[in-house]
């Protein structure tokens, strides 16, 4: 999926590189984190960062290194440049969380595995909030879906970047099943429909999301044809 040393971000020195480990919704097993601070011991890794989508940078390896971590690592690569999936983030939810109206640590882990390296116009990031205080972020993921007391309501075209947007919902009390396959729509139809590059703030700015609606969203039997109504 890109060229260069395998997962790996080049750094402003031009010389080092970085890894991130794939931790799919922030989870890490003891087993993983072991094999992270023997990696992180033997090869004289300067740094580790905890990033905004729940996962665990390596930085500071030199290249001729990188085949060898990856290996005793035993963990699988998370993208980090490449245009397609990233990550999936997710919050606690019902697993844990007081305030949590949902699974959205399972949901998050479900989509993860779904669509994890998909090829897509461009990078994507997901996220999924167990209830309404949002703190998987999900207005301002590519996709967002939050939990509440009635389903799952699902977000589309958000981002946190330089050029912010807070994403359009989509669809609101879905189940479970239904997540998954409008998930499954959107990124389909993106895919075909965005430009290279495209990240979907900038896609639904340009074609406008009336035009996603009633290309692909009035089609779907659980959305409403009325989009006024709750
Ligand atoms: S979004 Fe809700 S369920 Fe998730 S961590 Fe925040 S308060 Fe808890």
Not at 133 to 160: H, M, P, Q, T
């Amino acid at each position: 999926m890109e060229d260069g040393p395998r997962g790996a971000i080049v750094q402003r020195d031009r010389t080092s590189y970085a890894i991130v480990p794939r931790t799919p919704a922030g989870i890490v097993s003891p087993e993983h984190l072991e094999s992270i601070i023997k990696v992180v011991r033997r090869y004289n890794i300067p740094v580790i960062k905890m990033t905004s989508g729940q996962r665990m940078v390596l930085v500071g390896i030199k290249e001729e290194d990188i085949e060898k971590i990856w290996d005793e690592l035993g963990m699988t690569v998370g993208q980090a440049t490449a245009p397609c999936v990233h990550y999936v983030q997710a919050c606690p939810g019902t697993v844990t969380c007081k305030y949590g109206k949902q699974d959205s640590l399972a949901l998050g882990l479900e989509i993860e595995e779904l669509y994890q390296d998909m090829n897509l116009p461009a990078k994507f990031k997901m996220g999924v909030s167990g209830c309404p205080r949002c703190c998987g972020e999900s207005y301002l993921r590519d996709i967002g879906v939050i939990g509440d007391a009635k389903g799952w309501n699902v977000i589309f075209g958000g981002n946190s970047g330089g050029r912010p947007r807070i994403g359009d919902v989509v669809a609101k009390n879905l189940s479970k099943e239904e997540v998954l396959d409008l998930t499954r729509r959107l990124l389909e139809y993106y895919r075909k429909n965005a430009r290279p590059g495209e990240r979907t703030a900038r896609f639904v700015e340009r074609v406008g999301f009336e035009t996603i609606r009633s290309d692909l969203l009035t089609l779907i039997p659980y959305i409403p044809l009325d989009p006024t109504r709750p």
